[in-house]
C-alpha cells in the first residue's frame, strides 16, 4: 500500500526576511527569528544571521552568558549557594568591595553574612559581551541594594555599577572565570520618613566617591573594605579593560 509523503513546511527565504529587517519591519525582524528555527529544524545550513553579522552559535553563546549572569544575581540573593558556586569556573575569582580572592570562599562569606541576616540584592540590568571561541567578556549593568542599622535607624543604600566579568567554557556551560564590580555612585537613605542619620565626613571621605557609602555600612559593621576598587573614571577601571581586552585576544 502506497504511503503518502509528509509534506514538510517550506523553508522561509530568510535573506529576504533580514533585509526587510534591516529597512525596519518590526513582524519581519520577529518573522525572521522563527524561520531560523524552521531551516534549522529542516537541516538547512543557513550560515550566520545579520543581526551583528553573528553565527547561530555566537548568538546562542550570548543568550547562555546573559542567563548565567542574571541567574548568579537570583541564586546569590536567594541563598541558592550550591547553584552560586557552580556558577564559576573551579578556578572562578571574586572582587567585591569587602572581599577579593577565590570565589568558594566569596560564595562561603555570602553564605555566612545571610545567615547573621544580612540584606542585600542586586539588579541586573543589560550585558555588552564579546565572544571569541571559549572565552568571553561580558558587562553588565546592576544596581546593588544594602538595607542596614545606622544609629538605631534602618537605612538603604543604593549602588549603581556594572558587573565585569572574564567566562570560558567548562565542561560544555559557561562559567565565570573572573568577575570584577566598577562602581559609579551610590546614596544613603533612612527608612522611616522624617529620620536623620549623621555620618562620619572622615570615615566616609575614606573610599572612592562610587561605592562611598556601601563601604560606609560595612566598615561600621566590622568588615574590611577594599578602598582600590575600579570606579567610573579611574585607572584601575582603564586597567581593567586592557587586561582583559589582552587575555580575549591571546590564544
Known amino acids: 500500500m502506497a504511503t503518502t509523503p509528509k509534506r514538510l513546511a517550506p523553508v522561509p527565504d530568510i535573506p529576504a526576511l533580514q533585509e526587510a529587517g534591516r529597512a525596519g ?54 541563598g541558592e549557594w550550591d ?41 541586573i540590568g543589560g550585558s555588552r559581551i564579546a565572544v571569541r571561541g571559549a572565552k568571553a567578556i561580558a ?14 535607624e534602618d537605612v538603604d ?6 558587573f565585569y566579568d572574564r567566562l570560558v567554557k567548562y565542561e560544555g556551560a559557561w562559567r565565570i572565570l573572573e568577575r570584577h564590580c566598577i562602581y559609579e555612585k551610590d546614596r544613603l537613605d533612612p527608612v522611616r520618613p522624617g529620620a536623620r542619620v549623621t555620618l562620619d565626613p572622615a570615615l566616609l571621605g575614606r573610599f572612592p566617591e562610587g561605592y562611598r557609602h556601601v563601604a560606609y555600612v560595612q566598615t561600621k559593621r566590622g568588615t574590611r573594605v577594599l578602598d582600590d576598587m575600579p570606579v567610573l573614571r579611574s585607572p584601575a577601571r582603564e586597567q581593567l579593560y586592557r587586561d582583559a581586552a589582552a587575555w580575549l585576544e591571546a590564544e
Open 157 to 162: 543604600v543604593t549602588c549603581n555599577g556594572r
Open 139 to 152: 558587562e553588565s549593568r546592576m544596581v546593588l541594594m544594602i538595607r542596614a542599622v545606622l544609629e538605631g
Open 25 to 78: 519591519h518590526a513582524a519581519a525582524t520577529w518573522y525572521t527569528l522563527w524561520a531560523i528555527k524552521v531551516a534549522k529544524d529542516a537541516g538547512v545550513k543557513i550560515g550566520g544571521w545579520s543581526g551583528g553579522g553573528e553565527s547561530m552559535s555566537e548568538r546562542e553563546d550570548r543568550q547562555d552568558i546573559t542567563e548565567l549572569i542574571q541567574n548568579w544575581a537570583f541564586w546569590r540573593d536567594t
Open 83 to 123: 547553584s552560586l558556586l557552580a556558577a564559576f569556573h573551579p578556578q572562578g575569582r571574586m572582587n567585591a568591595t569587602w572581599y577579593s580572592g577565590p570565589a568558594k570562599e566569596f560564595v562561603a562569606g555570602s553564605r555566612a553574612g545571610w545567615e547573621r541576616g544580612g540584606r542585600s540584592s542586586h539588579f
